[in-house]
Nanobody, 127 residues
Framework: QVQLVESGGGLVQAGSSLRLSCAAS????????MGWFRQAPGKEREFVAA????????HYLDSVKGRFTISRDVSKNTVHLQMSSLKPDDTAVYYC????????????????????WGQGTQVTVSS
């Protein structure tokens, strides 16, 4: 079992930056691929970014490429999402997720590939 707790959300103006963090506890963190998803009001939850278990592979939603960076600190059991040049369209609840244990360097885009989820943290970007 893995427990995930997100933090770092808030209300910011367009063009600002935020750094989301996801703290993991439970089974060894290094064996999980990690992802960030978001859900805006009235919309389905969508993939934002993912990172392989070692951190060597990453992938992003096209609309956040060049603005968001996913990273992980295995020693601290955390994964981060650095968000810059934020836009009102980035407003959503952001969720951290962990895959099933894996030893490959795959990254996952679909919610069904993730077994554990955090409670979410609200990000609101005003224009």
């Amino acid at each position: 079992q893995v427990q995930l707790v997100e933090s770092g959300g808030g209300l910011v103006q367009a063009g600002s930056s935020l750094r989301l963090s996801c703290a993991a506890s439970g089974r060894p963190f290094s064996t999980y691929a990690m992802g960030w998803f978001r859900q805006a009001p009235g919309k389905e939850r969508e993939f934002v970014a993912a990172i392989s278990w070692s951190g060597v592979n990453t992938h992003y939603l096209d609309s956040v490429k060049g603005r968001f960076t996913i990273s992980r600190d295995v020693s601290k059991n955390t994964v981060h999402l650095q968000m810059s040049s934020l836009k009102p369209d980035d407003t959503a609840v952001y969720y951290c997720a962990a895959s099933r244990p894996t030893t490959d360097e795959n990254i996952y885009y679909h919610q069904d590939d993730y077994l554990y989820w955090g409670q979410g943290t609200q990000v609101t970007v005003s224009s």
